[in-house]
Protein backbone atom coordinates (compact mmCIF):
# COMPACT_ATOMS: atom_id res chain seq x y z
CA UNK A 1 0.00 0.00 0.00
CA UNK A 2 0.98 3.34 -0.77
CA UNK A 3 1.95 5.61 1.76
CA UNK A 4 -0.25 8.66 0.38
CA UNK A 5 -3.52 9.71 2.10
CA UNK A 6 -5.68 12.15 2.95
CA UNK A 7 -5.22 14.55 5.64
CA UNK A 8 -5.72 18.03 6.50
CA UNK A 9 -3.44 21.12 7.36
CA UNK A 10 -3.83 21.16 10.61
CA UNK A 11 -3.68 17.08 11.21
CA UNK A 12 -0.19 17.21 9.10
CA UNK A 13 1.23 20.50 11.65
CA UNK A 14 0.14 18.00 14.44
CA UNK A 15 2.23 14.90 13.14
CA UNK A 16 5.06 17.81 12.18
CA UNK A 17 5.46 19.16 15.58
CA UNK A 18 5.33 15.19 16.86
CA UNK A 19 7.89 14.53 14.35
CA UNK A 20 10.12 17.18 15.63
CA UNK A 21 9.83 16.09 19.57
CA UNK A 22 6.89 18.39 20.92
CA UNK A 23 5.75 15.88 23.83
CA UNK A 24 3.83 19.04 25.40
CA UNK A 25 0.52 20.75 24.35
CA UNK A 26 -1.69 23.12 26.10
CA UNK A 27 -3.83 24.68 24.50
CA UNK A 28 -7.63 26.17 24.24
CA UNK A 29 -9.86 25.06 21.34
CA UNK A 30 -10.82 27.81 18.91
CA UNK A 31 -11.79 27.59 14.92
CA UNK A 32 -9.69 27.26 12.40
CA UNK A 33 -6.92 25.85 14.62
CA UNK A 34 -8.65 23.19 17.20
CA UNK A 35 -7.72 20.11 14.98
CA UNK A 36 -4.33 20.37 15.85
CA UNK A 37 -5.30 20.24 19.33
CA UNK A 38 -7.46 17.17 18.68
CA UNK A 39 -4.19 16.13 16.48
CA UNK A 40 -2.31 16.29 19.68
CA UNK A 41 -4.62 15.13 21.99
CA UNK A 42 -5.16 12.08 20.03
CA UNK A 43 -1.25 11.58 19.35
CA UNK A 44 0.78 12.72 22.58
CA UNK A 45 -0.21 9.67 25.24
CA UNK A 46 0.87 7.32 22.37
CA UNK A 47 4.25 8.59 22.86
CA UNK A 48 4.18 9.49 26.40
CA UNK A 49 3.73 13.42 25.85
CA UNK A 50 0.91 15.38 28.04
CA UNK A 51 -2.09 17.65 26.54
CA UNK A 52 -3.61 19.73 28.72
CA UNK A 53 -6.50 21.89 28.17
CA UNK A 54 -6.41 24.75 29.97
CA UNK A 55 -9.28 27.47 31.07
CA UNK A 56 -7.74 30.16 28.28
CA UNK A 57 -5.32 31.44 26.05
CA UNK A 58 -3.04 33.17 28.21
CA UNK A 59 -2.81 30.20 30.47
CA UNK A 60 -2.22 28.29 27.66
CA UNK A 61 0.76 30.08 26.94
CA UNK A 62 2.11 30.17 30.44
CA UNK A 63 1.87 26.56 30.59
CA UNK A 64 3.79 25.64 27.60
CA UNK A 65 6.70 27.78 28.63
CA UNK A 66 6.95 26.04 32.41
CA UNK A 67 6.97 22.99 30.41
CA UNK A 68 9.69 23.75 28.24
CA UNK A 69 11.57 25.44 31.04
CA UNK A 70 11.58 22.12 32.13
CA UNK A 71 12.78 20.43 29.18
CA UNK A 72 10.04 19.36 27.51
CA UNK A 73 9.27 20.69 23.75
CA UNK A 74 6.53 22.51 23.57
CA UNK A 75 3.62 23.53 21.31
CA UNK A 76 0.63 25.73 21.61
CA UNK A 77 -2.04 26.90 19.12
CA UNK A 78 -5.11 29.61 18.59
CA UNK A 79 -6.34 32.24 16.03
CA UNK A 80 -7.11 35.66 16.12
CA UNK A 81 -8.81 36.49 19.65
CA UNK A 82 -6.55 33.87 21.24
CA UNK A 83 -3.33 34.85 19.91
CA UNK A 84 -4.08 38.37 21.13
CA UNK A 85 -4.39 37.23 24.60
CA UNK A 86 -0.96 35.18 24.41
CA UNK A 87 1.14 37.85 23.21
CA UNK A 88 2.53 39.53 26.73
CA UNK A 89 3.87 35.45 27.00
CA UNK A 90 5.65 35.78 24.05
CA UNK A 91 7.37 38.35 24.97
CA UNK A 92 8.24 36.79 27.91
CA UNK A 93 9.77 33.64 25.79
CA UNK A 94 11.52 36.37 23.55
CA UNK A 95 13.03 37.67 26.87
CA UNK A 96 13.85 34.87 28.91
CA UNK A 97 14.99 32.93 26.44
CA UNK A 98 12.33 29.73 26.12
CA UNK A 99 11.70 27.67 22.99
CA UNK A 100 8.32 27.75 21.93
CA UNK A 101 6.21 27.33 18.88
CA UNK A 102 2.98 28.95 18.69
CA UNK A 103 0.69 28.37 15.71
CA UNK A 104 -1.41 30.63 14.29
CA UNK A 105 -4.39 29.31 12.23
CA UNK A 106 -5.69 33.01 11.36
CA UNK A 107 -9.17 33.87 11.27
CA UNK A 108 -10.81 37.14 9.71
CA UNK A 109 -10.14 40.20 12.59
CA UNK A 110 -10.00 42.16 14.38
CA UNK A 111 -11.17 40.87 17.30
CA UNK A 112 -13.51 37.75 17.21
CA UNK A 113 -14.00 38.38 13.53
CA UNK A 114 -15.04 35.66 11.51
CA UNK A 115 -14.52 32.71 12.86
CA UNK A 116 -14.35 29.87 10.35
CA UNK A 117 -13.39 32.81 7.73
CA UNK A 118 -9.92 32.97 6.15
CA UNK A 119 -7.56 35.83 6.23
CA UNK A 120 -4.00 36.34 6.53
CA UNK A 121 -4.33 39.55 8.58
CA UNK A 122 -1.65 38.48 11.47
CA UNK A 123 1.12 39.21 9.30
CA UNK A 124 2.33 42.08 11.27
CA UNK A 125 0.78 41.05 14.88
CA UNK A 126 3.49 38.58 14.52
CA UNK A 127 6.36 40.52 14.31
CA UNK A 128 5.40 43.21 16.67
CA UNK A 129 2.26 41.86 18.43
CA UNK A 130 4.53 41.62 21.85
CA UNK A 131 6.13 45.08 22.73
CA UNK A 132 9.66 46.08 23.11
CA UNK A 133 12.39 45.33 20.58
CA UNK A 134 12.49 41.30 19.98
CA UNK A 135 13.25 39.22 16.98
CA UNK A 136 10.48 37.05 15.56
CA UNK A 137 10.75 33.84 13.13
CA UNK A 138 7.48 33.18 12.00
CA UNK A 139 7.34 30.59 8.95
CA UNK A 140 3.87 29.86 7.05
CA UNK A 141 3.08 27.00 4.33
CA UNK A 142 1.07 26.89 1.23
CA UNK A 143 0.49 23.01 1.12
CA UNK A 144 -0.87 20.35 3.75
CA UNK A 145 2.81 18.46 3.15
CA UNK A 146 4.18 21.83 4.01
CA UNK A 147 2.32 22.29 6.95
CA UNK A 148 3.87 18.92 8.35
CA UNK A 149 7.53 20.59 7.35
CA UNK A 150 7.25 23.95 8.50
CA UNK A 151 5.98 22.86 11.85
CA UNK A 152 8.88 20.83 12.38
CA UNK A 153 11.52 23.59 11.18
CA UNK A 154 9.41 25.93 13.98
CA UNK A 155 10.35 23.30 16.51
CA UNK A 156 13.74 23.05 15.15
CA UNK A 157 14.58 26.87 14.95
CA UNK A 158 13.08 27.06 18.34
CA UNK A 159 15.37 25.23 19.96
CA UNK A 160 18.09 26.13 18.14
CA UNK A 161 17.65 29.87 18.92
CA UNK A 162 15.80 29.36 22.30
CA UNK A 163 13.26 32.03 20.68
CA UNK A 164 9.70 31.47 20.49
CA UNK A 165 8.50 30.55 16.84
CA UNK A 166 5.56 31.47 15.06
CA UNK A 167 3.76 29.06 12.94
CA UNK A 168 1.62 31.31 11.09
CA UNK A 169 -1.06 29.27 8.80
CA UNK A 170 -4.34 29.92 7.05
CA UNK A 171 -7.90 28.66 7.44
CA UNK A 172 -7.03 27.55 3.75
CA UNK A 173 -3.94 25.40 4.31
CA UNK A 174 -5.32 24.45 8.22
CA UNK A 175 -8.54 23.23 6.83
CA UNK A 176 -7.30 21.76 3.44
CA UNK A 177 -7.36 18.05 2.49
CA UNK A 178 -4.98 16.80 0.52
CA UNK A 179 -2.99 14.24 -1.21
CA UNK A 180 0.34 13.73 1.01
CA UNK A 181 3.39 11.68 1.57
CA UNK A 182 4.84 12.30 5.24
CA UNK A 183 8.48 11.41 5.65
CA UNK A 184 10.05 8.60 7.17
CA UNK A 185 11.47 9.48 11.05
CA UNK A 186 14.63 8.58 9.62
CA UNK A 187 14.80 11.34 6.88
CA UNK A 188 14.00 13.94 9.41
CA UNK A 189 16.79 16.46 11.36
CA UNK A 190 15.47 17.10 14.51
CA UNK A 191 17.41 19.85 16.35
CA UNK A 192 17.90 18.62 19.87
CA UNK A 193 17.32 20.60 23.41
CA UNK A 194 20.74 22.47 24.31
CA UNK A 195 22.16 21.21 27.08
CA UNK A 196 24.58 23.04 29.85
CA UNK A 197 28.35 22.68 28.82
CA UNK A 198 29.71 23.27 32.17
CA UNK A 199 28.99 22.04 35.70
CA UNK A 200 28.36 24.16 38.39
CA UNK A 201 32.10 23.72 39.87
CA UNK A 202 33.09 24.85 36.20
CA UNK A 203 31.17 28.47 37.22
CA UNK A 204 28.20 27.51 34.84
CA UNK A 205 26.28 30.54 33.83
CA UNK A 206 22.52 29.84 32.28
CA UNK A 207 22.70 32.79 30.22
CA UNK A 208 25.98 33.19 29.21
CA UNK A 209 26.16 32.83 25.28
CA UNK A 210 28.02 29.88 23.55
CA UNK A 211 30.10 30.47 20.18
CA UNK A 212 26.36 30.91 18.32
CA UNK A 213 25.28 33.42 20.63
CA UNK A 214 22.14 31.67 22.01
CA UNK A 215 23.01 30.39 25.87
CA UNK A 216 22.66 26.86 26.96
CA UNK A 217 20.29 27.14 29.64
CA UNK A 218 19.55 24.21 31.64
CA UNK A 219 16.54 23.02 32.25
CA UNK A 220 14.69 22.70 35.40
CA UNK A 221 15.63 19.51 37.41
CA UNK A 222 19.11 19.05 36.38
CA UNK A 223 20.58 20.19 38.92
CA UNK A 224 21.07 23.88 38.34
CA UNK A 225 20.20 26.53 39.89
CA UNK A 226 18.21 28.77 37.59
CA UNK A 227 16.17 31.89 37.72
CA UNK A 228 14.28 32.88 35.03
CA UNK A 229 13.14 36.41 34.75
CA UNK A 230 11.31 38.85 31.72
CA UNK A 231 13.01 41.09 32.83
CA UNK A 232 16.78 42.13 31.51
CA UNK A 233 19.07 40.15 33.17
CA UNK A 234 23.18 39.53 32.52
CA UNK A 235 24.43 35.79 32.20
CA UNK A 236 23.58 34.94 35.70
CA UNK A 237 19.69 35.35 34.69
CA UNK A 238 19.56 37.66 37.23
CA UNK A 239 17.89 41.33 36.55
CA UNK A 240 20.30 44.02 36.31
CA UNK A 241 19.23 47.71 35.97
CA UNK A 242 22.08 49.37 33.73
CA UNK A 243 22.72 50.61 30.17
CA UNK A 244 25.33 48.01 29.45
CA UNK A 245 23.95 45.26 30.26
CA UNK A 246 20.58 46.13 28.49
CA UNK A 247 22.10 47.26 25.32
CA UNK A 248 24.25 43.62 25.57
CA UNK A 249 21.20 41.96 26.12
CA UNK A 250 19.16 43.33 23.15
CA UNK A 251 21.61 43.23 21.02
CA UNK A 252 22.59 39.23 21.78
CA UNK A 253 18.66 38.82 21.46
CA UNK A 254 19.07 40.06 17.81
CA UNK A 255 22.11 39.07 16.54
CA UNK A 256 21.42 35.27 17.41
CA UNK A 257 19.18 35.40 14.68
CA UNK A 258 20.53 37.84 12.55
CA UNK A 259 24.02 35.88 12.06
CA UNK A 260 21.78 32.92 10.63
CA UNK A 261 19.68 35.10 8.79
CA UNK A 262 20.15 33.73 5.22
CA UNK A 263 19.68 29.98 6.77
CA UNK A 264 16.34 30.00 7.91
CA UNK A 265 15.09 32.81 5.51
CA UNK A 266 13.18 30.42 2.58
CA UNK A 267 11.69 31.81 -0.19
CA UNK A 268 10.70 29.65 -2.93
CA UNK A 269 10.77 30.68 -6.54
CA UNK A 270 8.55 29.32 -9.93
CA UNK A 271 8.97 30.32 -12.84
CA UNK A 272 11.02 33.16 -12.50
CA UNK A 273 14.02 32.36 -15.28
CA UNK A 274 12.60 34.83 -17.81
CA UNK A 275 9.80 36.29 -15.81
CA UNK A 276 9.56 40.07 -16.47
CA UNK A 277 7.08 40.94 -13.54
CA UNK A 278 6.53 38.76 -10.37
CA UNK A 279 3.79 37.91 -7.50
CA UNK A 280 4.75 38.16 -4.43
CA UNK A 281 2.61 35.34 -1.86
CA UNK A 282 2.36 33.18 0.84
CA UNK A 283 0.42 30.34 3.01
CA UNK A 284 -2.48 29.30 0.82
CA UNK A 285 -3.41 32.98 -1.09
CA UNK A 286 0.17 31.43 -3.72
CA UNK A 287 -1.61 28.23 -4.28
CA UNK A 288 -4.22 30.48 -6.07
CA UNK A 289 -1.51 33.13 -7.00
CA UNK A 290 0.40 30.16 -8.94
CA UNK A 291 -2.82 29.51 -11.20
CA UNK A 292 -2.85 33.09 -11.58
CA UNK A 293 0.39 33.03 -12.91
CA UNK A 294 0.16 29.79 -14.78
CA UNK A 295 -3.02 31.32 -16.77
CA UNK A 296 -1.04 34.98 -17.63
CA UNK A 297 1.66 32.78 -19.26
CA UNK A 298 -1.20 31.56 -21.85
CA UNK A 299 -1.62 34.96 -22.34
CA UNK A 300 1.95 35.57 -23.27
CA UNK A 301 2.89 37.49 -20.43
CA UNK A 302 6.06 36.35 -18.59
CA UNK A 303 5.15 36.71 -15.27
CA UNK A 304 6.80 34.35 -11.65
CA UNK A 305 5.79 33.80 -8.46
CA UNK A 306 8.43 34.57 -5.26
CA UNK A 307 6.89 32.55 -2.34
CA UNK A 308 7.83 33.11 1.11
CA UNK A 309 8.12 30.65 3.52
CA UNK A 310 9.56 32.29 6.08
CA UNK A 311 7.69 35.50 6.47
CA UNK A 312 10.00 36.88 9.71
CA UNK A 313 12.90 37.26 9.21
CA UNK A 314 11.63 39.23 5.84
CA UNK A 315 13.34 38.16 2.84
CA UNK A 316 14.90 41.48 2.63
CA UNK A 317 18.09 39.84 0.13
CA UNK A 318 15.79 38.03 -2.11
CA UNK A 319 13.31 40.46 -2.41
CA UNK A 320 15.78 43.63 -3.44
CA UNK A 321 17.66 41.01 -6.05
CA UNK A 322 13.88 40.81 -7.76
CA UNK A 323 13.46 43.92 -7.99
CA UNK A 324 16.45 44.60 -9.65
CA UNK A 325 15.52 42.28 -11.96
CA UNK A 326 11.93 42.76 -12.89
CA UNK A 327 10.08 45.35 -14.30
CA UNK A 328 6.99 45.36 -11.62
CA UNK A 329 6.20 43.25 -8.39
CA UNK A 330 2.53 42.35 -7.35
CA UNK A 331 1.96 41.56 -3.99
CA UNK A 332 -1.18 39.15 -3.44
CA UNK A 333 -1.82 38.91 0.47
CA UNK A 334 -5.80 38.08 1.74
CA UNK A 335 -5.99 41.37 4.45
CA UNK A 336 -6.21 45.11 3.48
CA UNK A 337 -2.01 45.44 2.81
CA UNK A 338 0.59 44.16 5.23
CA UNK A 339 3.44 42.44 3.54
CA UNK A 340 3.79 45.00 0.86
CA UNK A 341 4.89 47.38 2.91
CA UNK A 342 7.98 45.17 3.56
CA UNK A 343 8.22 44.10 0.11
CA UNK A 344 8.52 47.81 -0.90
CA UNK A 345 10.79 48.92 1.58
CA UNK A 346 13.08 45.83 0.56
CA UNK A 347 12.28 46.71 -3.15
CA UNK A 348 13.45 50.47 -2.45
CA UNK A 349 12.26 52.17 -5.46
CA UNK A 350 14.03 49.59 -8.09
CA UNK A 351 10.10 48.80 -9.79
CA UNK A 352 6.80 49.61 -9.01
CA UNK A 353 5.27 47.26 -6.18
CA UNK A 354 1.70 47.01 -6.57
CA UNK A 355 -0.95 45.50 -3.64
CA UNK A 356 -3.69 42.96 -4.69
CA UNK A 357 -5.52 42.58 -1.62
CA UNK A 358 -8.20 40.89 -0.09
CA UNK A 359 -10.37 40.77 2.84
CA UNK A 360 -14.30 39.89 2.67
CA UNK A 361 -13.90 36.34 3.95
CA UNK A 362 -13.49 34.79 0.68
CA UNK A 363 -10.26 33.52 -0.45
CA UNK A 364 -8.64 35.18 -4.08
CA UNK A 365 -9.98 33.74 -7.27
CA UNK A 366 -7.10 33.45 -9.98
CA UNK A 367 -8.46 35.44 -12.17
CA UNK A 368 -8.87 38.47 -9.52
CA UNK A 369 -4.71 37.72 -9.01
CA UNK A 370 -5.03 37.51 -13.03
CA UNK A 371 -6.06 41.20 -13.31
CA UNK A 372 -3.58 42.53 -10.78
CA UNK A 373 -0.55 41.24 -13.11
CA UNK A 374 -2.05 42.65 -16.07
CA UNK A 375 -2.77 46.02 -14.58
CA UNK A 376 0.74 46.06 -13.44
CA UNK A 377 1.92 44.78 -16.85
CA UNK A 378 -0.31 48.07 -18.73
CA UNK A 379 1.26 50.15 -15.84
CA UNK A 380 4.55 49.37 -16.50
CA UNK A 381 4.00 50.39 -20.56
CA UNK A 382 2.28 53.18 -20.42
CA UNK B 1 -8.87 14.73 -16.24
CA UNK B 2 -10.20 17.40 -13.55
CA UNK B 3 -13.50 16.32 -11.99
CA UNK B 4 -15.04 19.31 -9.41
CA UNK B 5 -17.67 18.26 -7.27
CA UNK B 6 -19.80 20.69 -4.28
CA UNK B 7 -21.65 18.62 -1.89
CA UNK B 8 -24.31 20.96 0.28
CA UNK B 9 -26.66 20.75 2.72
CA UNK B 10 -27.50 21.76 6.71
CA UNK B 11 -24.70 21.02 8.93
CA UNK B 12 -25.56 17.52 10.24
CA UNK B 13 -26.36 15.88 7.56
CA UNK B 14 -22.98 14.33 6.95
CA UNK B 15 -22.15 16.22 3.70
CA UNK B 16 -18.82 17.46 4.51
CA UNK B 17 -17.65 13.45 5.93
CA UNK B 18 -18.99 12.29 2.79
CA UNK B 19 -16.83 14.70 0.48
CA UNK B 20 -13.81 13.59 2.91
CA UNK B 21 -14.72 9.86 2.30
CA UNK B 22 -14.87 10.35 -1.85
CA UNK B 23 -11.76 12.41 -1.69
CA UNK B 24 -10.52 9.83 0.67
CA UNK B 25 -11.06 7.23 -2.06
CA UNK B 26 -9.89 9.07 -5.30
CA UNK B 27 -5.94 9.58 -3.25
CA UNK B 28 -6.55 5.51 -2.60
CA UNK B 29 -6.86 4.80 -6.79
CA UNK B 30 -3.62 6.91 -7.13
CA UNK B 31 -5.15 9.92 -8.03
CA UNK B 32 -4.84 13.74 -7.16
CA UNK B 33 -7.38 15.27 -4.40
CA UNK B 34 -8.24 18.24 -2.58
CA UNK B 35 -11.54 18.67 -0.19
CA UNK B 36 -12.20 21.69 1.45
CA UNK B 37 -15.26 22.75 3.07
CA UNK B 38 -16.72 26.15 4.31
CA UNK B 39 -19.84 26.52 6.98
CA UNK B 40 -21.20 28.67 9.33
CA UNK B 41 -19.97 29.74 13.03
CA UNK B 42 -23.01 27.39 14.34
CA UNK B 43 -21.97 23.79 13.74
CA UNK B 44 -25.65 22.42 13.64
CA UNK B 45 -28.49 23.48 11.46
CA UNK B 46 -26.50 26.15 9.41
CA UNK B 47 -25.55 25.79 5.76
CA UNK B 48 -22.48 23.83 5.14
CA UNK B 49 -20.57 23.22 2.20
CA UNK B 50 -18.01 20.89 0.84
CA UNK B 51 -15.79 20.60 -2.19
CA UNK B 52 -13.56 17.59 -4.12
CA UNK B 53 -11.51 18.70 -6.85
CA UNK B 54 -9.89 15.54 -8.43
CA UNK B 55 -7.61 15.16 -11.42
CA UNK B 56 -4.34 13.50 -12.23
CA UNK B 57 -2.03 16.40 -12.18
CA UNK B 58 -1.21 18.76 -8.93
CA UNK B 59 -4.13 20.46 -7.87
CA UNK B 60 -3.17 24.77 -5.93
CA UNK B 61 -6.47 26.68 -6.26
CA UNK B 62 -8.43 24.66 -4.02
CA UNK B 63 -11.77 26.32 -4.84
CA UNK B 64 -14.01 24.48 -7.36
CA UNK B 65 -15.21 27.24 -10.19
CA UNK B 66 -17.70 25.48 -12.50
CA UNK B 67 -18.55 22.11 -11.07
CA UNK B 68 -19.54 19.51 -13.09
CA UNK B 69 -21.62 17.79 -10.22
CA UNK B 70 -23.76 19.24 -7.35
CA UNK B 71 -25.47 17.77 -4.67
CA UNK B 72 -27.86 19.73 -2.80
CA UNK B 73 -29.56 17.91 0.40
CA UNK B 74 -31.71 20.99 1.28
CA UNK B 75 -33.31 23.22 -0.80
CA UNK B 76 -31.68 26.68 0.83
CA UNK B 77 -28.60 24.66 -0.85
CA UNK B 78 -30.05 23.98 -4.11
CA UNK B 79 -31.04 27.43 -4.72
CA UNK B 80 -27.93 28.87 -3.70
CA UNK B 81 -25.01 26.42 -4.77
CA UNK B 82 -26.71 25.48 -8.54
CA UNK B 83 -25.45 28.56 -10.09
CA UNK B 84 -22.34 28.03 -11.37
CA UNK B 85 -22.76 24.57 -12.25
CA UNK B 86 -21.33 23.10 -15.92
CA UNK B 87 -23.51 23.52 -18.64
CA UNK B 88 -23.03 19.82 -19.00
CA UNK B 89 -23.03 19.43 -15.39
CA UNK B 90 -25.78 17.29 -13.08
CA UNK B 91 -27.28 18.81 -9.90
CA UNK B 92 -28.25 15.76 -7.44
CA UNK B 93 -31.28 16.86 -5.21
CA UNK B 94 -32.34 15.18 -2.10
CA UNK B 95 -36.35 14.34 -3.71
CA UNK B 96 -38.55 15.20 -0.43
CA UNK B 97 -35.86 17.51 0.98
CA UNK B 98 -35.81 19.59 -2.39
CA UNK B 99 -39.87 20.52 -3.03
CA UNK B 100 -38.51 22.87 -5.69
CA UNK B 101 -36.20 22.01 -8.27
CA UNK B 102 -33.93 25.20 -9.73
CA UNK B 103 -34.74 25.62 -13.73
CA UNK B 104 -31.28 23.35 -14.55
CA UNK B 105 -31.42 20.75 -18.09
CA UNK B 106 -29.87 17.84 -16.21
CA UNK B 107 -31.23 17.06 -12.75
CA UNK B 108 -30.83 13.74 -10.82
CA UNK B 109 -33.61 13.77 -7.99
CA UNK B 110 -33.09 10.69 -5.45
CA UNK B 111 -35.23 10.22 -2.44
CA UNK B 112 -31.78 9.86 -0.12
CA UNK B 113 -32.84 10.30 3.22
CA UNK B 114 -36.76 8.72 2.08
CA UNK B 115 -34.04 5.61 1.48
CA UNK B 116 -31.80 6.06 4.86
CA UNK B 117 -35.03 6.21 6.91
CA UNK B 118 -37.09 3.67 5.75
CA UNK B 119 -34.78 0.64 3.93
CA UNK B 120 -31.35 1.30 6.46
CA UNK B 121 -33.03 3.19 9.04
CA UNK B 122 -31.96 5.85 10.47
CA UNK B 123 -31.85 9.24 8.67
CA UNK B 124 -28.03 9.56 10.17
CA UNK B 125 -27.17 7.43 6.64
CA UNK B 126 -28.20 9.66 4.16
CA UNK B 127 -24.80 10.92 3.64
CA UNK B 128 -23.25 7.95 2.33
CA UNK B 129 -26.48 7.22 0.67
CA UNK B 130 -25.82 10.35 -0.96
CA UNK B 131 -22.21 9.39 -1.75
CA UNK B 132 -23.48 6.16 -3.14
CA UNK B 133 -25.46 8.18 -5.53
CA UNK B 134 -22.56 10.29 -6.18
CA UNK B 135 -19.96 7.19 -6.97
CA UNK B 136 -22.28 6.19 -9.59
CA UNK B 137 -22.90 9.56 -11.20
CA UNK B 138 -19.36 10.94 -11.07
CA UNK B 139 -18.58 7.30 -12.40
CA UNK B 140 -14.71 7.96 -11.52
CA UNK B 141 -13.89 5.95 -8.62
CA UNK B 142 -14.63 2.65 -8.21
CA UNK B 143 -17.53 1.48 -6.34
CA UNK B 144 -15.26 -1.21 -4.09
CA UNK B 145 -12.46 1.62 -3.69
CA UNK B 146 -15.64 4.21 -1.86
CA UNK B 147 -16.37 0.89 -0.18
CA UNK B 148 -12.87 0.52 1.54
CA UNK B 149 -13.04 4.18 2.17
CA UNK B 150 -16.34 4.47 4.26
CA UNK B 151 -15.41 0.89 6.39
CA UNK B 152 -12.08 2.94 6.82
CA UNK B 153 -13.99 6.20 8.09
CA UNK B 154 -17.52 4.77 10.11
CA UNK B 155 -17.12 3.19 13.43
CA UNK B 156 -17.32 -0.47 13.26
CA UNK B 157 -20.27 -1.48 14.62
CA UNK B 158 -21.96 0.65 11.21
CA UNK B 159 -19.78 -0.75 8.37
CA UNK B 160 -22.78 -3.32 7.40
CA UNK B 161 -25.72 -0.30 7.50
CA UNK B 162 -23.29 1.74 5.86
CA UNK B 163 -22.33 -0.61 2.95
CA UNK B 164 -26.20 -1.29 2.57
CA UNK B 165 -26.63 2.92 2.17
CA UNK B 166 -23.77 2.86 0.05
CA UNK B 167 -25.18 0.33 -2.68
CA UNK B 168 -28.65 1.21 -2.46
CA UNK B 169 -27.67 5.09 -3.42
CA UNK B 170 -25.77 3.30 -6.58
CA UNK B 171 -28.46 1.27 -7.60
CA UNK B 172 -30.94 4.24 -7.37
CA UNK B 173 -29.53 5.69 -10.05
CA UNK B 174 -30.72 4.25 -13.83
Sequence with gaps: MSKARLMQGNEACAEGALAAGVRFFGGYPITPSTEIAEGMAKLLPQVGGKFVQMEDEIASMGVVLGASLAGKKALTASSGPGISLKQELIGYAAAAEIPVVIVNVQRVGPSTGQPTAPSQGDVMQARW???????????????????????????????????????????????????????????????????????????????????????????????????????????????????????????RMHKKIDIARDEITHVEEYCMEDAEYAVVAFGGTARTAYEAVLAAREKGIKVGMVRLVTIWPFADKAIKALAAKVKGILVAELNYGQIVGEVERAAAGQCPVELCAKYDMTIFEPEEILEGIEDLVAGGNK | ????????????????????????????????????????????????????????????????????????????????????????????????????????????????????????????????????????????????TVKTAVSHRVPPHTIEANMKALQLGYDAVK
Design chain 1, 129 to 251: GTHGDHPMIALSPWSVREAFDTAVMAVNYSERFRTPVILLMDEIVGHLREKVELPSAEEIEVYPRRQPDKTRAEGYQPYAPAEDLVPNIADFGQGYHIHVTGLIHDETGFPVGSPKVTREAID
Design chain 2, 1 to 144: MRKQIRLSGSGGQGVITAAIIYAEAAVAEGKEAVQSQSYGPEARGGASKSEVIIDDGPIYHPHVKTPDVVLAMTQKAADKYYGDLHEDGILVLDTDLVPEPPAFKNIVRVPITKIAIEQVGKSLFANIVALGVLTKIIGLVDLE
